[in-house]
């Protein structure tokens, strides 16, 4: 067995089809080779993402809690039962996704603990598309570890060859590319090829690019949390997409790259300042009638 050092897209869809693994197996096996740390200890700390995960993404449901500024809270408890009275129009799947996303974002602004997706302002799209997509098709949670590899490997090539952070990149940094992560995360749950799940990937990044980081009050609260609902719901159009065979004309390699020149193009008001989008809205810069 060769190195799985992969530093590309490319790259990475080599080792799978040389292997015949997924790709969770192949960035399984990079992180044990890279680390030198013995697998089982690895699984014992995605297990361990994973159930923070999810306590994030359903504490808020039964006690929620506003966060700091109280803009946001309370969101996630109005969508489930908005769901439980039948009245969604949805369905379970992108209903629940959706709720959980909000959830975790209301975990993270009232300064609970949350896993960084591949930060803190986009930590709701990868549980909130996982945890759905398990409560509906009855899936275990060792099939959701292994999503979650697939979706660190689509979070390390975005690290090594893009950027997440919102003020170099704006929102389609984080939630961009947290979308990405969890398209081709749950591409692979539901029995996609490498292929596929890179297809998605860079669908959810297309699908997004040019998304501005505004947060009202310079907090990463809103309008944060609609958006990773909006990621959520992005990663399973974009699952789906590819699932069904649909081809995505780019690569995933060259939509990084797309994504980065956007990201330089858009001017520092649009990149995590608030000085501009939403957060100099009148409404947003009087803090009124922001929330309830």
């Given amino acids: 067995m060769g190195t799985m050092d992969f530093k590309n897209g490319a790259e990475l869809l080599a080792i799978c089809k040389e292997q015949s693994w997924p790709i969770s197996r192949v960035m399984r096996q990079r992180e044990e080779q890279m680390t030198e740390t013995p697998p089982h200890i ?3 700390r995605m297990a361990k993402a994973l159930s923070i995960m999810r306590s994030a993404a359903t504490t808020p449901i039964h006690a929620p809690k506003p966060s700091m500024s109280g803009l946001i809270g309370g969101e996630a408890q109005k969508l489930s039962r908005h769901l439980e009275q039948g009245l969604s129009i949805c369905g379970p799947v992108l209903s629940r996704a959706v709720t959980y996303a909000m959830a975790v974002l209301e975990v993270n602004g009232s300064m609970g603990l949350i896993v960084a997706a591949p930060t803190a302002g986009s930590s709701g799209v990868v549980p909130g598309v996982l945890l759905a997509l398990q409560e509906s098709f009855g ?3 060792e099939a959701l570890l292994q999503a979650l590899y697939n979706a660190g490997a689509i979070g390390y090539l975005a690290m090594r060859n893009a950027t997440v952070a919102g003020a170099v990149g704006g929102c389609q940094a984080e939630v961009g590319v947290a979308s990405s992560m969890a398209a081709s995360a749950a591409t692979e749950l539901m029995g996609g090829t490498p292929e596929q799940c890179l297809s998605a990937a860079s669908t959810a990044l297309m699908n997004l690019l040019g998304l501005v980081c505004d947060p009202v009050g310079g907090l990463v609260e809103y309008p944060c949390q609609d958006r990773n609902a909006i990621g959520a719901a ?5 699952a789906e997409l590819a699932l069904s065979g649909i081809r995505q004309l780019i690569p ?10 956007v990201g330089r193009q858009l001017p520092p008001a649009l990149r995590e300042t608030a000085m501009g989008g939403c957060a100099v809205a009148p409404s947003a810069k009087a803090c009124a009638g922001c929330h309830g």
């Fill in 252 to 261: 995933f390699d060259e939509m990084l790259d797309t994504m980065v020149r």
């Fill in 139 to 141: 899936l275990t949670d």
């Fill in 234 to 238: 992005n990663a399973l159009t974009c």
């Fill in 42 to 44: 690895l699984d014992e």
